[in-house]
């Protein structure tokens, strides 16, 4: 697997792919492929899934199956992150608000 500032080659089932890539993410990249290469070698091994392109869309289905999984697992909901962010950021817009009008109404005429 080659590197550059563009991208990087990886190798997946034998087979390379040129993927574009920061050079700060491309330890990840490695990592992401490393990952898919070993789910698809599983389901390859297995006998059951014929075809490249169908190995990859189990591989596919079974990573994102272990994400949601996992985000189960760890109680992560996005929607309630952004909701409590929203009203974190209400908050903090209320109390800038009251801080500006202290300012504002104490400043001399």
Known sequence: ????????????????????????????????????????????????????ERIAVMAALNIAYELLSAREDTGFDITAIKRRMSSMEALLDEAMAEQNELFSSSEPS
């Open 1 to 52: 697997m080659s590197r550059d500032s563009k991208g990087m080659d990886i190798n997946i089932l034998g087979r390379e792919f040129r993927v574009a890539c920061p050079a700060h993410e491309q330890d990840a990249l490695l990592s992401a492929a490393a990952y898919l290469d070993k789910k698809m070698r599983e389901i390859r091994e297995q006998g059951k899934v014929i075809g490249v």
